[in-house]
């Protein structure tokens, strides 16, 4: 049967001041209505049945994430006693899902970022499925809009055969995020596509390649996997988990695993990786202004308003990002919100715990 | 006797969005934490009874300027039904001046003007009264610290002698606003300083200087002043004041009458006309800020920061003024700081009252 795990971790350090530690990316309403996890859930909802959908995340976020999706199960969210990296969540997600299914597909999705074609989104998960059941590790790839230096790559080799109209190859390579001109000559290629971080395939089978490229790690799974289902689960995982070491999916699994195939597709992905993202994502005025709020304006362009209660007045502007929350307010130009960064490590060394 | 008589009233447009219908210029703390009222009646306390201390004002402002110096006679705040310019006000705080004291020196001040040096101010105000006894209308010039093109200027005439150290000259003429260029060559020679808008003269010389130069303003005035001290008092100002022909004291009187003496002086005089004003005003830090309230900033320069209760986060400005209120916020590069008003004209347009 066909299940999914959304990784719902993490905290989205450059949507700050409107991400926080109570407040992750996850639980923002960054686009419309709903939170980025309300989405996740909403997108899925037409082809899995609540049960089978499973989130883990951190014990500071699990009580906002059941309320936002109260239609899951309570005993569906997992709870990591810490953040180990994608690789412990998924294992931790794999043998709560073995449990309830030994057959399982798994499908492996993320809860802060947006998907704009929601549509195609679940036929291509249909269609990995079918490529996964044939004892693949499907990773979706993201076909580029742009030479991204953001994202990693995905280097397609050999055709796998088409299913379902999505065109299937074996994964060459993983690479790491690119330079500028390597991006340029990867997207120019048609060859590469960006690692979206979703995932599919068989529960077992993943549970295999931690065995054998983690090995340290699925003895710690396996202890905490003896338990499940008992009184004595959460104090093994309480155990075991600080002992574990950090580590992606990527390097702890993928790049070293056979028969990883990609699914290149074009669904409007995006990771809103930043608070200009959204100034591609969301539309534009005839200035090139994404306003979120009240906001007025003399002259002012290609610029970021993401408001809260307040009337957000700019004169004279072009290119800048201002976002602004019921207790801090960011100003910046474009091409420096990375440093936004660097902003919150102040406010971490000056223990401004209330920015947080 | 010596008596003061401080205008207060007007918005204050400029300085929006602190500034407010019901929060002006006078009533806000720009500089500390007293407001421009309580500044403009702590500077001159060391002079004046609170009894000499009289202030005009309008209906809507009263209240709160009352609240902000209450050691003066509630009494001693005369309330226009509405603004029809200095010349008016003067006009009728010195028919309430002349009923208490007809021999009186009246000092006319405002209440939105920042001044450094208050034991100097203090000084050439004694100096200027001797002056003004001498049946001069004296008006305060700054001797002007940079080309500026917002304000008039008062070009100096002959010498008419030294009072207490104050050089004091005939008033050869007012000036409007000057160009940029103009500015320079008035500086440049010496001779001309700012138009600060501060007065002495007798009570009864500037009422004469009234029926003289605008006889309709000066019938007005004498019906409202017949019902001084009576109940109809009221009901006589609210019936004339609608019909009074709005006008400045320059128009109105200055420039028209004889024996005008300017004394120059360097008080650390500013009118804090714009946000940027503050700039020039208040401490800046190593990077050029002027910052009020909380600021983190990465490579922020030149730039004014007035904050409210929010943290301000900065990251690559230069050049900017940055205004955060309780529900309203300003981003504007200090060049373009003139444009506030059009964005007051805008809101009021659109009868956005909350913002007004």
Partial sequence: MF????MAGGFGTRLWPLSRRDR???SLKLVGERTMFEHAVDRIAPIFQPEQILVVTGTEHVASLRAQAPELPPENFIVEPEGRGTAPAIGL??????RQDPEAIMVVLTADHF???AERFRRVLTAAAQVAADDHLVTLGISPSFPSTGYGYIKQGQSLGIVEDFPIFEVERFTEKPS???AFHMVESGEYSWNSGMFIWQVDRIIEEFQRQMPE???QLAEVEATLGTPGYEAAL???WPQVTKQTIDYGVMEGADDVAVIPVDIGWSDIGSWTSLLELLPTDQNGNTVVGSHVGIDT?????FGGKRLVVTIGLEGMVIVDTEDALLVCPSEREQEVRAIVRQLERENQEEYL
Same sequence: chains 1, 2.
């Fill in 3 to 6: 299940h999914a795990l959304i």
């Fill in 24 to 26: 992750p990316k996850q």
């Fill in 93 to 98: 997600g794999a043998i709560h899902l073995r």
């Fill in 115 to 117: 998907i704009a074609d």
């Fill in 180 to 182: 500028m001109e390597t």
């Fill in 217 to 219: 790690f699925y003895v």
């Fill in 238 to 240: 309480n155990r075991v």
């Fill in 301 to 305: 362009h290609d610029t970021l308003v």
